[in-house]
């Protein structure tokens, strides 16, 4: 059988998304050999897609990469991300968690991550950071009180190469301290501004 020629994501019909959606969460548990993959990258990045069906359908198999999947996530969602947490011994399920419970980012996860913090499940001594570090996956952090602080802005300004106008959703956010991962296809460029610092991000 012939392979069905690439098309880019910009270049998805509203159809074709959706198509690719549905597939997706009927066969979600594919990331978790490839927790990245083309049509996955094409629907967050280009189409700025966060589908509530694909997170429960995740939480349902138990696939936590990559954690942009949650990011803002539905309630019950959130609520099944926080119970896993809190029962899981393994470090390394632990700290994927944390990071998806960060792109839900709600009050509650601020709550649950903090509490974490003020008193460490055993699985902490074998990770390298606390639970307000992977709370910068999602953009936030908290102080000593449990108080928020936002280290970025929300908005992606698109910069030149390649994507049409009207094409890209403008919203997103920016990972500090991590080369700042940002709504991109392929390589094209976005410019973004992070505790008050423009920079471009290119996605391979």
């Known amino acids: 059988m012939a392979k069905s020629p690439y098309i880019p994501p910009c270049d998805w019909t509203p159809e074709q998304v959706q198509a690719k959606l549905q597939d997706l969460i009927a066969h979600v548990e594919r990331l978790n050999d490839d927790w990245w993959d083309e049509d996955l990258k094409g629907l967050i990045n280009v189409h700025g897609i966060f589908s509530p069906e694909l997170a429960r359908a995740a939480l349902e198999k138990e696939v936590f990469r990559p954690s942009e999947i949650y990011y803002h996530a539905p309630k019950d969602v959130r609520d099944g991300l926080i119970a896993r947490l809190l029962e899981t011994e393994d470090p390394q399920t632990a700290g994927n968690l944390m990071c998806c419970l960060a792109m ?30 992977y709370a910068q996956c999602g953009g936030w952090t908290f102080d000593k009180a449990g108080k928020r602080r936002q280290l970025n802005f929300d908005t992606c300004i698109l910069s030149s190469r390649g994507i049409r106008p009207g094409t890209v959703p403008l919203v997103f956010f920016a990972r500090v301290r991590t080369g700042a991962r940002c709504a991109a296809a392929g390589c094209r460029i976005f410019w973004f501004w992070t505790a008050g610092t423009n920079a471009c991000a290119f996605w391979g």
């Open 104 to 133: 839900q980012g709600d009050d509650k996860a601020l709550e649950t991550l903090y509490e974490l913090e003020q008193n460490p499940r055993s699985w902490r001594k074998k990770l390298y950071v606390d639970p307000s570090v």
